[in-house]
């Protein structure tokens, strides 16, 4: 091996595209345990577009889709390798709140069923439940189709702003540390990452002790017929009482050693032989701490392993059954939640609220999983009834930030309105709406 000297190794390094290491380090007198100095840096701008989205999720991919049908030139920056968020990279692909949405929510669902990846039941009705791979591939054809850039394996780390308005976000990815300029920015990153980069206020969990809904780790399984085990799980052709396939199947994985964290474990069928599994809640953890993600995704993957374990002990339709895949990324139910131009309350729901400036209905119902699970490892109660109720669009402009709109689980709303608009049917809507708004912010004709 041919030895080099130090100084060749970095100019080699700089010829190569690796410049920023040589910026990386500054030399230092003595050691802060506690912290340390960064350089001060200049940071590349490597993209201009009309309006950047960040996050590639259900609210993410409709936003950039609608801004570019609105003739925006659009960069969708997502930190993972594929479109979809929850649906993909959480495997959780049962879109909730959709039967009242036409639009972009209405054409994606067409589009994933032409593509040989929408849930049927055996007479012939839409399930809501969706192929995980071919989502993947039709959202990526799509954003291919409007010619919307996309950037993988990119994460928002931060924000510049002249005065109020936002001109840049700055990501990290193996190509370093870079900026992408924009007229308007969205941010649909499930957790307000770029809001909170930005400098907006935002609340975090139950407004009395701020504990957060827990996360869950959802698991693909095969291995097992739809016609053998219909007792667990609930067919749209045939509705059992909310709670009765759930508790036989927590019934079955406690008879085979294992009593999952979740108390109403749930199947969703995607095809005869492969079902979506819910049998996890990881508690009191938050969704932008990197330790408790990372302690509540360690935990998950070995709860989820048990509970199909023990099934698959149970013998009988269970003695094959195996799981397929466990997520990259575990389900986090809450995180940031933006403060916009209006916020959404229990009240909205309670009253059905109607607003001129409707973004979408929203119908789902108040869904709070167990906060507490020395009393309750299922569902809290619902407070109220939901009447159908509008998101305006005000929810998804940021109020302190210029050139800043959301869409997805971090607009603005309190704790109990976000447990019912924060469905995959609504984040669409949202993103639909945020995209348009932002493209005429931008100065594009919608
Ligand atoms: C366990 C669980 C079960 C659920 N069950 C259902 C259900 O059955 N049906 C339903 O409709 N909804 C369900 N929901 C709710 C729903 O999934 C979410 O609220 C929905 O995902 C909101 O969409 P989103 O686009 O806002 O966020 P997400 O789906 O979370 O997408 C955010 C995207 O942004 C990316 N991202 C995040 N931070 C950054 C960053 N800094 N830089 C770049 N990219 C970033 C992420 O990788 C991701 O792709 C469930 C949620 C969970 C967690």
């Known amino acids: 091996m041919v030895k080099l000297s130090r100084r060749v190794c970095l100019k080699g390094l700089v010829a190569g595209g690796a410049g920023t290491l040589l910026g990386d380090t500054v030399p230092v007198k003595s050691v802060d345990a506690q912290a340390v100095d960064e350089p001060a840096r200049k940071t590349p701008v490597c993209a201009t577009a009309d309006v950047v989205v960040c996050g590639g999720g259900p609210a993410g991919v409709a936003a950039a889709l609608s801004a570019a049908r609105a003739s925006a030139r659009v960069i969708l920056i997502e930190q993972s390798g594929c479109l979809g968020g929850i649906w993909t990279s959480g495997l959780l692909s049962y879109w909730l709140d959709v039967h009242n949405k036409k639009g972009l929510t209405e054409e994606l669902m067409t589009r994933i069923e032409q593509a040989g990846g929408g849930g049927f039941s055996p007479k012939g009705q839409r399930t809501g439940v969706f192929d995980v791979e071919i989502t993947k591939l039709v959202l990526e054809r799509l954003c291919e189709e409007h010619n919307i850039e996309i950037f993988y394996h990119s994460r928002v780390v931060a924000a510049q702003k ?3 308005r936002l001109t840049h976000v700055i990501l990290e990815s193996k190509s370093g540390r870079e900026a992408v300029a924009a007229k308007a920015f969205i941010d649909c990153t499930g957790d307000g990452d770029l809001g909170a980069r930005a400098g907006c206020s935002f609340a975090l969990g139950h407004p009395e002790h701020g504990k957060m809904q827990p996360m869950s780790m959802i698991a693909l399984i095969s291995g097992v017929q739809a016609q053998e085990i219909t007792a667990f799980y609930n067919d749209i052709d045939d509705r ?3 709670a009765a396939p759930k508790d036989r199947l927590y019934a079955a994985m406690e008879a085979g050693g294992h009593a999952p964290s979740y108390s109403k474990p749930s199947l969703f069928r995607v095809r005869d032989d492969l079902f979506i599994l819910m049998a996890n809640h990881e508690y009191g953890v938050s969704g932008i701490s990197q330790r408790d993600v990372t302690r509540a ?3 998950a993957r070995k709860d989820i392993h048990a509970s199909v374990d023990a ?9 094959r059954v195996r799981i397929v895949a466990t997520p990259e990324q575990i389900g986090v139910r809450e995180g940031r939640r933006l403060l916009g131009r209006y916020t959404m309350t229990l009240d909205d729901l309670k009253e059905g609220s109607t607003f001129e400036d409707a973004a979408c209905k929203a119908s789902f119902s108040v869904d709070i999983h167990a906060l507490d699970p020395s009393k309750n490892k299922g569902i809290d109660a619902a407070p109220i009834r939901v009447k159908p109720y509008d998101i305006p669009v005000r929810a998804l402009i940021a109020k302190e930030v210029e ?3 959301f869409a997805g689980r971090c607009i603005s709303g309190d704790f109990f309105a976000h447990s019912s608009y924060r469905v995959t049917g609504n984040a669409v809507a949202m993103g ?5 708004v932002a493209a005429t912010a931008a100065g594009k004709a919608v």
């Open 311 to 319: 099934l698959r002990k149970q013998g009988g339709v269970w003695q």
């Open 297 to 299: 995704t360690l935990h």
């Open 162 to 164: 002249l005065q109020s």
């Open 432 to 436: 639909e709406a945020a995209g348009r």
């Open 240 to 242: 059992q009482p909310w």
């Open 403 to 405: 050139g800043l709109f």
